[in-house]
């Protein structure tokens, strides 16, 4: 069974910084490349960050590009999104999702739980 | 950058009933389209990938049709547990995105 367990979520004063992570089990972790997505309060999802399985490409949401960095370490079947110079408009909650490769970009197959990251003063 | 455009934004529909969602990109996307289901305070559920293509899993009143830049997801039979936020997306080029949801609601 596949399951992503997010973590690092939080409140955060703007300008400030998370790391959040997600843990993953269940499918052979380093094949497949992974993706966030963050949904604010009340509103529609918004795709943020993905990485390949080998993680040597890294797509970036020019919302996020500059201040987010996405990373992953295949040994430990986790993937890390670093966000600095946070924003109140980042307020979300962030999902960790699968994502199966396709001869275009890749596809969202499963989800995780999803952190909340609140950033106020 | 690819915009996906959702319509209707809701929708009152009847326990039984058969509706329609549709999703147009401002591009030619292919088939690289999925849907997914979303219920209050969860994480979203992947229903279809390629546009027609049920995931592993979910039932057979859910299909999804469409290519290049117009799709549609038809729900059939409508049950309780159907009741949810609906989000078309494209994965035919990076930056990924969404379609603004569909809101299912009971009439």
């Known amino acids: 069974e596949v399951q992503l367990l997010e973590s690092g979520g939080g409140l955060v004063q703007p300008g400030g910084s998370l790391r959040l992570s997600c843990a993953a089990s269940?499918?052979?972790?380093?094949?497949?490349?992974m993706s966030w997505v963050r949904q604010a309060p009340g509103k529609g999802l918004e795709w943020v960050s993905s990485?390949?399985?080998?993680?040597?490409?890294?797509y970036y949401a020019d919302s996020v590009k500059g201040r987010f960095t996405i990373s992953r370490d295949n040994s430990m079947h986790t993937v890390i999104l670093q966000l600095n110079s946070l924003r109140a408009e980042d307020t979300a909650v962030y999902f960790c999702?699968?994502?199966?490769?396709?001869?275009?970009?890749?596809?969202?197959?499963?989800w995780g739980q999803g952190t909340l990251v609140t950033v106020s003063s | 950058d690819i915009q996906m455009t959702q319509s209707p934004s809701s929708l009152s529909a009847s326990v039984g009933d058969r509706v329609t969602i549709t999703c147009r990109a401002s591009q030619g996307i292919s088939n690289y389209l999925a849907w997914f289901q979303q219920k209050p305070g969860k994480a979203p559920k992947s229903l279809i990938y390629?546009?027609?293509n049920l995931q592993s899993g979910v039932p057979s009143k859910f299909s999804g049709s469409g290519s290049g830049t117009d799709f549609t997801l038809t729900i059939s039979n409508l049950q309780p547990e159907d009741f949810a936020t609906y989000y078309c997306q494209q994965y035919n080029s990076y930056p990924l995105s969404f379609g603004g949801g569909t809101k299912v609601q009971i009439k």
């Open positions: 269940g499918f052979t972790f380093s094949s497949y490349s």
């Open positions: 990485i390949s399985s080998g993680g040597d490409f890294r």
């Open positions: 999702a699968k994502t199966v490769p396709t001869t275009r970009a890749s596809a969202i197959d499963y």
């Open positions: 390629a546009a027609s």
